[in-house]
T-cell receptor
């Protein structure tokens, strides 16, 4: 049973370009969470999605960031017009049921390291 | 608003000794607390959890203690091994949240 798969592992973008980060949850998991880890900081929640729905986007910056989890295919975190401050490790996690309905833990992918030049 | 705090950014311990990692929280509605371990260039992996109705949970070398009145939990690793060198994150959730909130992490270095 494959774990949470994220790609690419490393992504380099120049300022102003777009970054697309992909996440395939574990088999049987329909709940996806994106977290960001800035240098020397902890994991910060960004967004929680269920298939075709955004459930909680309270941690997403108001501009340039968007996320989706279509019926078919991986979840995508999209950052438009990247700036140097977007450089961070972006982690995706999944769960089979919502945390609020009894899931105890999240299963994390290996992350995508975004570097903005 | 940082509701989960790990005030020690780093900890160095000798192999074979006990590692004690601390975590404080402010939200009395948290119903579950978790510890995750993270190696460089890898994602966090779940280590151990504790329900808010318990005060202790043990799994092999790892024990988590919860003191609700002090809003404090700790992770004990006994005995510490070189493979335990990693960043440890404390996390918490409420039964109404759809997410985990993480502390800033503690870097543990186990020396021979």
């Amino acid at each position: 049973n494959a774990g949470v798969m994220q790609n690419p592992r490393h992504l380099v973008r120049r300022r102003g370009q777009e970054a697309r980060l992909r996440c395939s949850p574990m088999k049987g998991h329909s709940h996806v969470y994106w977290y960001r880890q800035l240098p020397e900081e902890g994991l910060k929640f960004m967004v929680y999605l269920q298939k075709e729905n955004i459930i909680d986007e309270s941690g997403m910056p108001k501009e340039r960031f968007s996320a989706e989890f279509p019926k078919e295919g991986p979840s995508i975190l999209r950052i438009q017009q990247v700036v140097r401050g977007d450089s961070a490790a972006y982690f995706c996690a999944s769960s089979p049921i919502p945390l609020r309905q009894g899931a105890i833990q999240l299963f994390f992918g290996s992350g995508t390291q975004l570097s903005v030049l | 608003d940082q509701q989960v705090k790990q005030n020690s950014p780093s900890l160095s311990v000798q192999e074979g000794r006990i590692s004690i990692l601390n975590c404080d929280y402010t939200n009395s509605m948290f119903d579950y607390f978790l510890w995750y371990k993270k190696y460089p260039a890898e994602g966090p992996t779940f280590l151990i959890s504790i329900s808010s109705i318990k005060d202790k949970n043990e799994d092999g070398r790892f024990t988590v203690f919860l003191n609700k009145s002090a809003k404090h939990l700790s992770l004990h690793i006994v005995p510490s091994q070189p493979g335990d060198s990693a960043v440890y994150f404390c996390a918490a959730k409420t039964d109404s949240w759809g997410k985990l909130q993480f502390g800033a992490g503690t870097q543990v270095v186990v020396t021979p």
